[in-house]
């Protein structure tokens, strides 16, 4: 029996919010957690959109600066309820994480220890860890169906886990062999199809409202783009203009948001890609903050709600509160965490609305379905390499690397091994696998474990 969803109009503003905010609050993991929640809520169980759209709309925000899930969240939202829906799927992406990195980086300011919200991330990460694993499997599955796509994700993967490849390296590699296959064997490269099937049954309510032309507003306009450019260059440089007249340029205010506005514009291959060059920057130029607290920074970004690139808004409290002059260090942390948060993301929110309708527009080229195809197979190497990544760090305390034969592979401390960590993740993928257990019952009882096995012992 067909689902009566598939043929609906556009969710309510009411009911786009409730479900966007879920996905804010229960967004853990980093992009893969994220990307694999995204997709179990909005294809598999709302059927919002279907599959091709889905990665279409990824596969552009991996190409873009900035945290691809959340400018995922904001494509999604604005296909389904145009700008407002944009600005509301991005903004609670952003906003839950925000407010609880802004009560943590207050609470590691005064206190530095919080062992038992600690304990309790040991579990919400084992949980996501399966999360992530699952969709893999998933977007796998669906993604990979030839063995040129599989060839690409294990080139992929490898090419980023063994040989550190630089991801924008690594997409343009195979949207190359994604393009050139396509040509000579489409039968084998063009496997993310524009349009589903002949148009005659709506696969997602996004289909059901192409279908009806509700959808005139993913068309693109000049006049549009350029009120955006300048909508945005006022909302995003407007701040930063008004930071340096009225303080002056060494006032860390200022000097926060003209370094995170820059990083809002190279942060390409998401947080893990540009974290080195912003530790330098953050501790040996400016001083904000020492090294191990920058690692203190990434892990409450890791296992918090929102983007990895939220580590931005710790660095930018912790910057003001001990460097501003004439104000009380908590409420000057705060400011600095707005200041950073805001010229972060306000740039995110200009590519999407700027780029999607042509992004949109270049569904049925076959081209670049090909490129995209070829990408979207990459993309699936790169999250299982953030899973792996992600599930050794769950497993163990100490995680370091050596170089074999021009290859750098991982290495780990048996004695840092977390026995809390790994039997939860088991406990987490019996209950998500074989119980078909949901994200947010799994996030509690993980979490809730972890909690218990940490006052207990």
Request: with cysteine; hydrophobic share 60%; charged share 10%.
């Amino acid at each position: 029996m067909s689902d009566n969803r598939n043929t609906e109009a556009a969710p309510s503003f009411r009911e786009a919010f409730g479900v966007w905010l879920k996905i804010g609050l229960l967004s853990f993991g980093g992009p893969a957690g994220q990307i694999a929640l995204m997709h179990r809520v909005l294809v598999e169980e709302r059927r919002w959109i279907d599959e091709s759209r889905f990665l279409h709309a990824l596969n552009y925000c991996m190409l873009l600066p900035g945290p691809e899930a959340q400018q995922l969240a904001t494509y999604i939202g604005w296909l389904l309820n145009r700008t407002v829906g944009g600005l509301v799927a991005g903004l609670l992406f952003v906003l839950p994480g925000a407010f609880v990195i802004l009560a943590l980086s207050i609470a590691y300011a005064l206190y530095a220890q919080i062992p038992l919200v600690a304990a309790a991330f040991v579990g919400v990460k084992a949980a996501v860890l399966i999360v992530v694993v699952e969709a893999v499997l998933r977007i796998g599955k669906r993604a990979l169906k030839t063995a040129p796509m599989y060839l690409i994700a294990v080139a992929g993967f490898v090419a980023i886990f063994l040989f550190a490849v630089p991801f924008p390296i690594i997409i343009a590699g195979a949207a190359l062999i994604g393009l050139i296959g396509g040509m000579t064997r489409p039968d084998l490269f063009v496997v993310m199809k524009g349009q589903s099937a002949d148009g005659a049954v709506a696969e997602s309510v996004v289909d059901a409202m192409a279908a009806r032309g509700e959808l005139s507003h993913t068309k693109p306009s000049a006049a549009r783009s350029v009120l955006l450019i300048a909508v945005f260059g006022v909302l995003w440089g407007g701040p930063v203009a008004a930071l340096f007249v009225v303080l002056g340029g060494d006032n860390v205010f200022a000097q926060e948001a003209a370094f995170f506005s820059k990083l809002a514009v190279v942060t390409f291959g998401g947080a893990y890609a540009v974290l080195a060059y912003m530790a330098q920057q953050a501790v040996e130029t400016y001083g904000w903050l020492t090294g191990a607290e920058m690692l203190d920074g990434l892990g409450l970004a890791e296992t918090t709600p929102g983007p990895l690139i939220m580590v931005t808004q710790f660095v930018g409290f912790l910057g003001a509160y001990r460097h501003a002059v004439g104000i009380d260090p908590i409420l000057a942390g705060v400011i600095g965490s707005v200041v950073t948060v805001w010229v972060t993301f306000a740039p995110c929110f200009l590519w999407i609305f700027l780029g999607a309708p042509y992004i949109e527009r270049l569904r049925d080229n076959v081209h670049l379905s090909a490129a995209l195809s070829g990408i979207t197979a990459a993309v699936v190497g790169v999250i299982m390499n953030l899973a792996v990544w992600f599930g050794l760090r769950v497993a163990f305390a100490e995680v370091g690397s050596m170089e074999v034969a021009g290859m750098s592979l991982p290495t780990m401390a048996a004695e840092s091994a977390n026995l809390t960590a790994i039997g939860l993740t088991i406990v987490a993928g019996i209950v998500m696998f074989r119980l078909h257990w949901d994200v947010l019952r799994t996030l509690a009882l993980c979490g809730g474990g972890a909690i218990l096995i940490h006052l207990m012992i």
